[in-house]
Every structure is written in structure tokens, then in C-alpha cells.
């Protein structure tokens, strides 16, 4: 046997993965040979899928370790400390949903890589299973020939020319060389038990195929909605959404890590068979089929024989032989014997026809057909296959770290939201330059009234007149007060009006503020009030 090829190279990515370490349960050492049936070899895959295993009850220990650490070192943060911490939540959220969408277009390629190589290879088995087929359909249907239909015609005509012995010894000759074709037709191999394991193989692999596509489909949307509910959980400060994508979350995570398992365990038993896929079939076949046939299929080589030439040659030898026998007996007996014109006529269409099926057959028995679907099969399954499940088992470890970071994020995201509530909260609802409580003023008009801090002044006519009424929340612009200040008292009264100078009051006014501010108004009211007596 060759020990190499030049038509076909395993992938250097197939040798790297036939060359990783190969261990049983027990971590004892097992061949790298591709052995399917071998229950040591399905314990060295089993292996590589327990060590993903492995290191899914690692990245949720880790988890598990952060979460717990994150609430019990939780302190008490000052208020300007907290924007980092929120700018450090937004970028490791963004960072996270870049990684989660490149890997999905990873996974996408991968998946569709796959797809191809696979669908490629049941391609080949379609084609080499047709040839199969077609091999024995033309073997039977002339060996069927020879034995129903010529023997027919042949002993019609022993009965019509029984009185010239010189035609009966041509008969005869012809019956035995029809024999000669039957026996070498008996020789060839059968390939009907190949062609239903390559049928059940297809049916398997076809199968399995659709409905990893469509798994993997699924869970390519599966990732991009979570995604889409973490960026709507933070843009809406949703804990209802945060939620959600937390339980989604973990479950992904779980999702991503056993898919990594099957991926590289099919990947690794995949490549072992790519590396030496010759070995394999020859061990498989060794028991219904002759090593030299296989051989001959396998490589291809023109400098190895025919197995099927000789039975061919007397094949077509024979054929001939008897071509130019029935030729004679139309050209001489049939003036003598013109009843015998049918079956005579019957006979060289019947060998017309097998001449046919002997070019069908010697080309379909020709090794470049089914050497060419040998080749596409391998490199569908070892170059698009192998390639596309590497790069599945890539998207499964960015899924991973993704969702490991958004699951982390999340924690600081809820207390974050937290503060702010707190912030919210602490603001007072009475507070004329808080903006809630201007709109719960507007709405709820029957409030408790609070004394104004604008100006005090009388009517048109005289200011001795006049008592400090108690007025309500006005929402009259900065110039209304000044415009009432120049009325009644000549002067705008800016000490009155602490925040006009400043544009738009600041968004919250805590209760200290507000009760420095009522002390210094009492006291202007006190003022006035002894300068103006009723």
C-alpha cells in the first residue's frame, strides 16, 4: 500500500486535533486510531466532553464566588463615587454585546461551514451508492440474459435447425460461451450489502445534520435576544428585564459549554478518521469485500491493475464470439430456415444489448468514478466539516466569557439602580424647585399651602396697608417677581429670591436647604414687619 498520497492531504488542523492526548475514564492513555466500536476510544471522547464539563462547574463556581463577594463586601458609596462605578458597568455591558454579536457571526459561519461539508459528503454517498446500485442492477439484468432469454431463443433453434448438425455445433457454442459470461459475472463482487450501509449511513448523517442546523439556529436567536434584553434591562433601568436575562442567562451559559463538549468531541473522533480514513474502510470491508478490490477503489493508481479486467476481457471476448456466430447463422441459415428468422433476430438484439451493458459496467467499474466520490467525501467532512465545528467550538467559548461578563455586570447594574432610587427619594416633595413636586402641585392643587419666598408688598396706593398674605407654590417666571418687586417696592428685591441670578432652579433641594432658606425669610418678614405697622 502507498504510504502517501498526493490527491489528498489531511488538514493541518485535523492532525493538531488527532495529536491531542488521547484518555480513558481512568486517564489511562488510549489510541489516537479512529475506532467508533471500541469502547476504550468512546471513553477517550467521553473524556474530552467531561473536561468541559469540568470547566463549566469552574466558570459557575467562579460566578458563584464573585456574587457572594460582591454582596458581602457591599459598603456604602459617596455620591460622586458612583459614576465611575456606572461608566464601569455601561462599558463592560458594551464590551460583552460586542462579543456576544461577533460571536454569533462566528457561529453563523461555522454553522453554514458545516452544513456544507456535510451535505457534500452525503452528495458523495448518493453518487457512490447510484454506482453501487447501478453495478449490480447492469450484473444482474445480463446474467439474466444469458441464462432466461438466450437459452430460450438457443433451444427454439435447435428444434428449428435440428437438421443441419454443422448449426447445432454453433448453437452449442454458443450456449457454452454464454456460460463463460455468466461465470465471470458471477465472479464480481456484490455490492448490495455496501450500498444499504451506505444508505443507512446517509439516512443517519442527514438526520443528525437537519436537526443540529436547526439547533444551532435556534440558539444563535436564543443568544441575540438575551442580548437585546440586556441592553433594553439597562437602557430602561428594568430590574424586570435584568431579571429575565439573569435566568436566560445561566441557562445560555450551561447551553454554550455542553455544545463546546459534543462540538470538540465530534471535531477530535472526526479528525482521528481523516487522518487515516484508508485504514479504517479497509478494516470494515475486509470481511465482505477483497482487499485488492478496496485497494484499487482507495487510490486509484495507474500503476496498479484492473482487478475486473479479466473477467471484462472474456466478457467482451465471448460477446464478440458470438456476434459473428449468430452473424453466419443469419447470413447462411436463414435462406434454408426462413421460420427461424425470429429467434435468430431475437438472439442478436439480445447481444446488442448485453454489448451495451458491458461498456455501462466497464465504466462504472472504472476506480476514477468512485474515487472521485471517496475524494469529495473527505474533504467535504475533513475540510468544511471540521473547520466549521472549530469555529462552533469558538463561539461557544466567546458566548461564554460574554455572558460570564454580563452576568457579573449585572449585580452592580441593581445596585446602581438602588442608589438612584435612594437619591430620588431623599428629595424633599414640598420643595418649590423640585420638578416633581411642581407637577404633583399642578395636579393636586388642594396641597398644603407654603408661605412664598418673594417679596411682600401693598396695593397701588399705599404700603403701610399692607399684611404678608400667605400665598401658594407659584409657577410664575423669574420676571413676574421682579416686575411685582418694582411696583410695590421701586426696586427689584434680589436678597428675597435667593436662586433668580441662577437661571433654572437645581433639580434637587434637600430638607437642610429648604429650612436655612424658611429661617432667613422669618426673619425678613420680621423685619418688614416693624418697618411697615398695620
Same mark, same amino acid.
Given at each position: 500500500?502507498?504510504?502517501?498520497?498526493? !490527491?489528498?492531504?489531511?488538514?493541518?488542523?485535523?492532525?493538531?486535533?488527532?495529536?491531542?492526548?488521547?484518555?480513558?475514564?481512568?486517564?489511562?492513555?488510549?489510541?489516537?486510531?479512529? $475506532?467508533?466500536?471500541?469502547?476504550?476510544?468512546?471513553?477517550?471522547?467521553?473524556?474530552?466532553?467531561?473536561?468541559?464539563?469540568v470547566c463549566l462547574g469552574l466558570n459557575l463556581l467562579f460566578l458563584t464566588v464573585y456574587l457572594i463577594c460582591l454582596c458581602?463586601? +457591599?459598603?456604602?458609596?459617596?455620591?460622586?463615587?458612583?459614576?465611575?462605578?456606572?461608566?464601569?458597568?455601561?462599558?463592560? @455591558?458594551?464590551?460583552?454585546?460586542?462579543?456576544?454579536?461577533?460571536?454569533?457571526?462566528?457561529?453563523?459561519?461555522?454553522?453554514?461551514?458545516?452544513?456544507?461539508?456535510?451535505?457534500?459528503?452525503?452528495?458523495?454517498?448518493?453518487?457512490?451508492?447510484?454506482?453501487?446500485?447501478?453495478?449490480?442492477?447492469?450484473?444482474? /439484468?445480463?446474467?439474466?440474459?444469458?441464462?432466461?432469454? #438466450?437459452?430460450?431463443?438457443? @433451444?427454439?433453434?435447435?428444434?428449428?435447425?435440428?437438421?443441419?448438425? !454443422?448449426?447445432?455445433?454453433?448453437?452449442?457454442?454458443?450456449?457454452?460461451?454464454?456460460?463463460?459470461?455468466?461465470?465471470?459475472?458471477? /465472479?464480481?463482487?456484490?455490492?448490495?450489502? @455496501?450500498?444499504?450501509?451506505?444508505?443507512?449511513?446517509?439516512?443517519?448523517?442527514?438526520?443528525? *445534520?437537519?436537526?443540529?442546523?436547526?439547533?444551532?439556529?435556534?440558539?444563535?436567536?436564543?443568544?441575540?435576544?438575551?442580548?437585546?434584553?440586556?441592553?433594553? /434591562?439597562?437602557?430602561?433601568?428594568?430590574?424586570?428585564?435584568? =431579571?429575565?436575562?439573569?435566568?436566560?442567562?445561566?441557562?445560555?451559559?450551561?447551553?454554550?459549554?455542553?455544545?463546546?463538549?459534543?462540538?470538540?468531541? =465530534?471535531?477530535?473522533?472526526?479528525?482521528?478518521?481523516?487522518?487515516?480514513?484508508? +485504514?479504517?474502510?479497509?478494516? *470494515?470491508?475486509?470481511?465482505?469485500?477483497?482487499?485488492?478490490?478496496?485497494?484499487?477503489?482507495?487510490?486509484?493508481?495507474?500503476? #496498479?491493475?484492473?482487478?475486473?479486467?479479466?473477467?471484462?476481457?472474456?466478457?467482451?471476448?465471448?460477446?464478440?464470439?458470438?456476434?459473428?456466430?449468430?452473424?453466419?447463422?443469419?447470413?447462411?441459415?436463414?435462406?434454408?430456415?426462413?421460420?427461424?428468422?425470429?429467434?435468430?433476430?431475437?438472439?442478436?438484439?439480445?447481444?446488442?444489448?448485453?454489448?451495451?451493458?458491458?461498456?455501462?459496467?466497464?465504466?462504472?467499474?472504472?476506480?476514477?468514478?468512485?474515487?472521485?466520490?471517496?475524494?469529495?467525501?473527505?474533504?467535504?467532512?475533513?475540510?468544511?466539516?471540521?473547520?466549521?465545528?472549530?469555529?462552533?467550538?469558538?463561539?461557544?467559548? #466567546?458566548?461564554?466569557?460574554?455572558?460570564?461578563?454580563?452576568?457579573?455586570? =449585572?449585580? $452592580?447594574?441593581? +445596585?446602581?439602580?438602588?442608589?438612584?432610587?435612594?437619591?430620588?427619594?431623599?428629595?424633599?416633595?414640598?420643595?418649590?424647585?423640585?420638578?416633581?413636586?411642581?407637577?404633583?402641585?399642578?395636579?393636586?392643587?388642594?396641597?398644603?399651602?407654603?408661605?412664598?419666598?418673594?417679596?411682600?408688598?401693598?396695593?397701588?396706593?399705599?404700603?403701610?396697608?399692607?399684611?404678608?398674605?400667605?400665598?401658594?407654590?407659584?409657577?410664575?417666571?423669574?420676571?413676574?417677581?421682579?416686575?411685582?418687586?418694582?411696583?410695590?417696592?421701586?426696586?427689584?428685591?434680589?436678597e428675597n429670591v435667593p436662586l433668580i441670578g441662577r437661571g433654572s432652579p437645581p433639580p434637587t433641594y434637600s430638607p437642610s436647604?429648604?429650612?436655612?432658606?424658611?429661617?432667613?425669610?422669618?426673619?425678613?418678614?420680621?423685619?418688614?414687619? =416693624?418697618?411697615?405697622?398695620?
Amino acid at each position: 500500500m502507498p504510504p502517501a498520497r498526493a !490527491d489528498y492531504l489531511a488538514p493541518w488542523w485535523a492532525a493538531w486535533l488527532h495529536g491531542l492526548p488521547h484518555r480513558g475514564l481512568r486517564l489511562q492513555p488510549v489510541p489516537a486510531a479512529f $475506532r467508533p466500536r471500541d469502547p476504550d476510544y468512546q471513553q477517550s471522547l467521553l473524556f474530552l466532553g467531561l473536561v468541559a464539563a469540568v470547566c463549566l462547574g469552574l466558570n459557575l463556581l467562579f460566578l458563584t464566588v464573585y456574587l457572594i463577594c460582591l454582596c458581602c463586601c +457591599k459598603r456604602d458609596q459617596e455620591p460622586d463615587t458612583k459614576r465611575p462605578h456606572s461608566c464601569c458597568v455601561t462599558w463592560m @455591558a458594551v464590551t460583552a454585546g460586542l462579543i456576544c454579536c461577533a460571536a454569533v457571526g462566528i457561529g453563523f459561519y461555522g454553522n453554514s461551514e458545516t452544513n456544507d461539508g456535510v451535505y457534500q459528503l452525503l452528495y458523495a454517498l448518493d453518487h457512490a451508492n447510484h454506482t453501487l446500485t447501478g453495478i449490480d442492477a447492469l450484473v444482474a /439484468g445480463t446474467t439474466l440474459q444469458m441464462q432466461v432469454g #438466450l437459452e430460450q431463443h438457443l @433451444a427454439r433453434l435447435n428444434e428449428l435447425l435440428a437438421a443441419r448438425g !454443422d448449426y447445432l455445433q454453433t448453437l452449442k457454442f454458443m450456449q457454452q460461451l454464454a456460460g463463460s459470461i455468466v461465470l465471470q459475472l458471477s /465472479g464480481l463482487p456484490v455490492w448490495r450489502g @455496501a450500498s444499504d450501509d451506505l444508505t443507512a449511513l446517509a439516512g443517519h448523517v442527514a438526520y443528525i *445534520e437537519y436537526y443540529r442546523w436547526l439547533a444551532y439556529l435556534l440558539f444563535f436567536i436564543l443568544v441575540l435576544t438575551i442580548c437585546l434584553l440586556a441592553c433594553l /434591562g439597562l437602557a430602561k433601568r428594568s430590574r424586570c428585564l435584568l =431579571t429575565t436575562m439573569l435566568c436566560c442567562g445561566l441557562l445560555t451559559l450551561i447551553l454554550s459549554w455542553a455544545s463546546m463538549a459534543v462540538d470538540t468531541a =465530534t471535531a477530535v473522533g472526526t479528525s482521528d478518521f481523516c487522518v487515516a480514513p484508508d +485504514k479504517f474502510i479497509m478494516n *470494515e470491508t475486509e470481511s465482505d469485500i477483497s482487499a485488492e478490490v478496496v485497494h484499487y477503489y482507495l487510490y486509484c493508481d495507474q500503476s #496498479l491493475s484492473n482487478p475486473f479486467q479479466q473477467a471484462l476481457t472474456v466478457f467482451q471476448r465471448s460477446l464478440t464470439t458470438m456476434q459473428i456466430q449468430i452473424q453466419g447463422l443469419i447470413q447462411f441459415a436463414l435462406p434454408l430456415f426462413p421460420t427461424a428468422e425470429k429467434d435468430l433476430l431475437g438472439v442478436q438484439q439480445l447481444l446488442n444489448s448485453s454489448e451495451t451493458s458491458l461498456h455501462q459496467l466497464t465504466a462504472m467499474l472504472d476506480c476514477r468514478g468512485l474515487h472521485k466520490d471517496y475524494l469529495d467525501a473527505l474533504i467535504g467532512i475533513c475540510y468544511d466539516g471540521v473547520e466549521g465545528l472549530l469555529y462552533l467550538v469558538l463561539f461557544s467559548l #466567546l458566548v461564554a466569557a460574554s455572558f460570564s461578563t454580563i452576568i457579573c455586570a =449585572t449585580p $452592580r447594574a441593581w +445596585k446602581h439602580f438602588a442608589g438612584r432610587d435612594r437619591d430620588y427619594d431623599d428629595m424633599d416633595e414640598e420643595d418649590p424647585f423640585n420638578p416633581q413636586a411642581r407637577r404633583i402641585a399642578t395636579h393636586n392643587p388642594a396641597r398644603g399651602q407654603l408661605r412664598s419666598f418673594c417679596s411682600y408688598s401693598s396695593s397701588l396706593g399705599s404700603q403701610s396697608s399692607l399684611h404678608p398674605p400667605a400665598q401658594t407654590i407659584s409657577n410664575a417666571p423669574v420676571s413676574e417677581y421682579m416686575n411685582q418687586a418694582v411696583l410695590f417696592g421701586g426696586n427689584p428685591r434680589y436678597e428675597n429670591v435667593p436662586l433668580i441670578g441662577r437661571g433654572s432652579p437645581p433639580p434637587t433641594y434637600s430638607p437642610s436647604m429648604r429650612a436655612t432658606y424658611l429661617s432667613v425669610t422669618d426673619e425678613h418678614i420680621r423685619h418688614h414687619g =416693624t418697618e411697615f405697622p398695620a
